[in-house]
Every structure is written in structure tokens, then in C-alpha cells.
């Protein structure tokens, strides 16, 4: 196959690119510039594509022997991930940015210019088990627990991932350094990356603010309706947040208060308890079916919430188009923030790895 390999100048993406040679494939590399000032690359940054990066995945190419660009796509990233990023926020909701980048970047953008080159498939250093059989994509948790990435693939539709190449997805993230050193790859060493790559201070909310600037609103106790306090912007807060609040007086029962909603139009922040951010209903939509088989009827899963932890078992039932997915948790949830993704998997303990389908969150109850 003709395979273009996807190198952020890290030591997964080499060694995915490595196997992929080894394996007798026919592997180009490609890092991507996605630094947010069209066509220029940081320096000096941490996060992703700084000039240091491109020049670790150039470096790991010419070892592997391997051709090798640098693409350009600032803009396309600008506008798909860091703008939904931010109109995300505006809008009360709390986007993951890595889901959007793998479904509008890696696996869009980068994937149709690579077919249109005449390339098969896109590889990347990505943490999770992928096989298609007969055409039928199935996709899983990685070996490794730590960095299993199945959570941010669940949004790639099956022709995506019919077109996808993991194959780090059956090994341990300590192998894959020991590999890289074995191989020569000089970028066996590097830290892992944190955080969110435009973001390189890791200040969000700072960011926003320079995005979005001020737009106050009243910070309520859900239960009273009473104001407790004033803030800059919805888009300082995410539902389950509980430092940061700003609020003076303690509650009436002495225990921590913990961001319940958002509600970008008032401007209004309610806060409440614990027991009241508990959901045991949520509902999804725009949801996305891995096999292609939408679930039919009530189906038991374990459902996962967010990018680290935030798992239940619950029961799903999809709508007669196979859009809207109502999932009934059998244990209550906190911190389940509209706009992250639910991603069901199978529920049973061999199986329960097979990502089911996945769907953006629109409400809680
Ligand atoms: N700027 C980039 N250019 C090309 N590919 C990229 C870039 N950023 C990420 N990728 C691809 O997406 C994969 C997952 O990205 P992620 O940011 O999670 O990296 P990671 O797990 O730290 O991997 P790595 O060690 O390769 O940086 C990478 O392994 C790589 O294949």
C-alpha cells in the first residue's frame, strides 16, 4: 500500500512510521504546520509544530529512508479546530479540540489531499487497536490503558477509518520508546505531549479571554436562584468546574459548590452541589456508527464521557435515524459537559473494548 505517514516530530508518529516501512509498505512522511499564524511555524514553543518539530520528524524520515514534506495547514486548522474551539466555548459547551483535529485535520483534510496524491491510507502514532474485515471498520481501546487515544477516534466515520493506520495500537507506550532507541530514532527521548497544542501555556482561560473578551453574567445557586456572585464570560467555565468560581460566601451547608450550567444568552452561571451535577440521563446527537450499524433497540454499553475517566455502564437507545443516541446510566455521572463526545463501548469485560459509536453531547438530566 501507498502510505502516508503522518510525523509530528514525536516518538509515536516515527515508530508508527517505521512499522509501517517495515511492514513493506510503500510510506511517504508529512508533518503538518498548524501553528495558528498561517504559514509560519513557532519556535522556541512548546506543543506542536514548532520549527524543532519539524525538523525531529525530518530527521526520523531520512533515517527510516523514507521521502518527506512539510504541508502547510494553519489555515484549515485555524478555522476547524481553533474557531470551533472558541465559538464552542461562546456558546456555553465544552468542545475537545483533539476530537475536532482528527476528524477535520488528520483524517479530512490530510486524508483527501493524500488520496488525491494517490496514497491508500494515512498512518499515525495513535494509541488504539484498528482492523477492517470485509470493509468493516472495528475499532479499540489500545493495549496500553494509559494512553489509549480510542476515546478522540470515535468521531472518524468508517470510510476515515477505512483509510486509517494505528499501528501502535497493540503496544505499550514503554516498548515504543525502547523501540525508537533500538531504531536510532534521536527522538526517543521526547516528552509525551500535554494539553492542547494551540495552547502552549496551557492557560485556557486566558485564551479565551483574549479571544472572546468580556461578556459578564451572574453566577446563580441553582436551588434559591439567588446571585452569589458576577463574572467575565461563560467561556471561563466548564460544567463540574468547582475552583475558580469566584464565589465569596460559602454555601449554606458548608460544602463545595460545582458548576451545574451554562447558559450563554443570560450570561448565566448555576451553581449547586454535587448530588445536583450527578446526571443519570444524557442525550447525544450527530452521532457517528464505526461499522456502520447504528445500534438497534435498548443496548446495553459502557459509556465514557470525556478524554480521561468519566465512565459508566449504561443503556442506549438510538433514534429511527440513527442520529440521536439517549443513553440511561446505571450509575450516576458528574462533570458531563455538553459538547464533549459520549463514546459507547461494549460492555461485556472481553469484549469491552469495541468502540460501539460515539455522539456530541447536547443534554443532561
Ligand atoms: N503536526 C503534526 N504533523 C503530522 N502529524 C501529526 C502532527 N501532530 C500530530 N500528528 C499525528 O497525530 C498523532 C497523534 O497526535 P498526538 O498529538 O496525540 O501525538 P502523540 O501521542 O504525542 O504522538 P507523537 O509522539 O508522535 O507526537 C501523532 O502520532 C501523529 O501521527
Keep these: 500500500m501507498r502510505v502516508l505517514a503522518a510525523m509530528s516530530g514525536g516518538v509515536d508518529s516515527a515508530v508508527a512510521a517505521a512499522r509501517a516501512v517495515e511492514a513493506g509498505h510503500d510510506v511517504t512522511g508529512v508533518h503538518l504546520a ?8 513557532r519556535t522556541g514553543a512548546r506543543g506542536c509544530c514548532t520549527i524543532e518539530d519539524s525538523r525531529d520528524a525530518r530527521r526520523a524520515a531520512d ?4 521521502p518527506f514534506y512539510v504541508w502547510d495547514f494553519a489555515e484549515r486548522f485555524t478555522e476547524e479546530v481553533v474557531e470551533t474551539f472558541v465559538g464552542e466555548y461562546a456558546a456555553g459547551r465544552t468542545p475537545n479540540p483533539c476530537v475536532t ?5 488528520k483524517f ?3 486524508l483527501e489531499k493524500a488520496i488525491a496524491l494517490g496514497f491508500d491510507a494515512v498512518c499515525t502514532g495513535h494509541y488504539a487497536r484498528l482492523s477492517v474485515v470485509d470493509g468493516v471498520p472495528e475499532l479499540r481501546r489500545s493495549a496500553d490503558d494509559h494512553k489509549d487515544q480510542s476515546y478522540v477516534l470515535a468521531s472518524l466515520t468508517p470510510e476515515q477509518l477505512r483509510h486509517a493506520m494505528f499501528p501502535l495500537g497493540s503496544s505499550r507506550k514503554p516498548d515504543v520508546r525502547e523501540e525508537a532507541a533500538e531504531r536510532g530514532l534521536a527522538v526517543a527521548e521526547k516528552p509525551d505531549s500535554h494539553d492542547i497544542c494551540f495552547i502552549p501555556d496551557g492557560d485556557t482561560k486566558k485564551f479565551l479571554e483574549n479571544r472572546l473578551g468580556e461578556r459578564p453574567g451572574d453566577l446563580v445557586d441553582a436551588e434559591t436562584g439567588a446571585v452569589l456572585g458576577r463574572h467575565t464570560g461563560v467561556h471561563g467555565f466548564t460544567v463540574g468546574q468547582r475552583k475558580g468560581l469566584g464565589i465569596d460566601a460559602p454555601a449554606a451547608d458548608g460544602k463545595p459548590r460545582y458548576v451545574l450550567s451554562l447558559e450563554p444568552v443570560s450570561g448565566t452561571v448555576k451553581v449547586g452541589s454535587s448530588q445536583e451535577l450527578s446526571v443519570s440521563t444524557i442525550d447525544a446527537d450527530r452521532a457517528i456508527w464505526p461499522s456502520e450499524q447504528p445500534l438497534t433497540g435498548p443496548t446495553e454499553c459502557v459509556v465514557q464521557v470525556r478524554a480521561h475517566g468519566g465512565m459508566a455502564p449504561a443503556v442506549a437507545e438510538v433514534d429511527s435515524d440513527g442520529d440521536a443516541v439517549r443513553m440511561s446510566l446505571r450509575e450516576p455521572l458528574t462533570g458531563v459537559a455538553p459538547g464533549q463526545v459520549a463514546v459507547l463501548y461494549s460492555p461485556d469485560a472481553e469484549a469491552g473494548d469495541v468502540v460501539l459509536g460515539s455522539a456530541k453531547i447536547s443534554a443532561t438530566a
Design 34 to 41: 498548524l501553528s495558528a499564524k498561517p504559514g509560519t511555524l
Design 101 to 105: 483535529c482528527n476528524e477535520k485535520i
Design 108 to 110: 479530512e483534510a490530510l
Design 63 to 66: 533515517i527510516l529512508g523514507i
